[in-house]
């Protein structure tokens, strides 16, 4: 994917301080992402990026992405990576089919893994806030948004060393076998929104592709 672009949300002082974080969480390079504003793949469930992303791939084909989305707050002057995943249409073109609500056009993502639904899924969960005053370090908080703990600039260089490896653990890898039609976190999702992009087409039905016809 040819997305490489320059963040215009934050200085550049600012992104080498976060480069040790995206390299210790090995994320690829950064990619600006559209928001469908319109159309049904505009009407995806806020705080279901990755349920919404699974569920158009499902319908439409293509992959889901997995990684964090670029927040610039520079009242707080601090910047946030947030666990987000948007689709990626057989076109290859990477769609956000979540956050149309919001003002913005677009937004800067870091991609991290791609993958196909049928087969795992994999999502990110931890939320990175890096503050400008390096010597205040970063906080990280769950996908609750809730206080996991704050660590100095210098864990993410030597954190492929480091013991502690469940502070950069964000993906739910799926076992051999798996079946997403089984998943608990999925059925909850699916009882409460059933077709939430109004879909009719039906790309798989978590099969193999022989046998979604």
Known sequence: MNYEVKSDIFEKKHQRKIQKIIDALQLKSLVKVKIRKTGKLSNGIIGHCHHNSIEVASKLGGKVVTGYAVSRYNDLKSTSLIPHSVWLSPENKLVDVTWSKLPEKDFDFYPCKIYNPRDEI???TNIYVIEDDIHKGI???DYKNEFKKNVPLNFFVNVKRSLD?????NFGVACEGYNISNDPWWLKFKEKHPNPFNLKKSFVSYQTESEAV
């Open 165 to 169: 490896k469940n502070i950069i653990s």
């Open 122 to 124: 994999l999502v990110t």
């Open 139 to 141: 906080s990280i908080f």
